[in-house]
């Protein structure tokens, strides 16, 4: 099972999500609305992937939590799932360690399936550090 932490203050796009990966049956998905609650919420638990929105409400967006993140030493893969599509936010995102950026601005299914796709494919990459880890 993949745990995931998805993060979105849209009810929608939760709602759309969390059904997804229900059906497919390999996931688990926790939810929550703010970066600030995530921050929280991984201060007692763990996630094997991390998928934010950009736009939160709150003094934290999903740059913001990307960075937060990195400071605390967690280096869970992130993926930015945002309707604000621009090149400059794609740049910031890489370049403050994002696994992934996805617009939510694609066509229908397809980005879900693009989305649950790069979730597998960040997942399964961190398996053999997560192995060497247990290793030491």
Aim: charged share 20%; with cysteine; aromatic share 10%.
């Amino acid at each position: 099972m993949i745990r995931l932490l998805y993060i979105d203050d849209n009810p929608d796009a939760c709602t759309i999500i969390d059904a997804f990966c229900e059906r497919i049956g390999t996931f688990t998905v926790h939810l929550l609305n703010s970066g600030e609650s995530a921050l929280e919420w991984l201060s007692m638990s763990t996630a094997d992937v991390i998928i934010s929105d950009y736009d939160m409400p709150g003094g934290m967006n999903g740059i913001t939590l990307l960075r937060g993140l990195h400071t605390h030493g967690n280096t869970t893969p992130f993926i930015l799932f945002t309707a604000a599509n621009s090149h400059k936010l794609k740049k910031e995102a890489y370049r403050n360690g994002a696994f992934s950026f996805i617009s939510k601005a694609s066509s229908g299914k397809n980005t879900i399936y693009q989305l649950i796709r790069t979730v597998y494919w960040a997942a399964n990459r961190t398996v053999p550090e997560q192995q060497a880890a247990h290793i030491k």
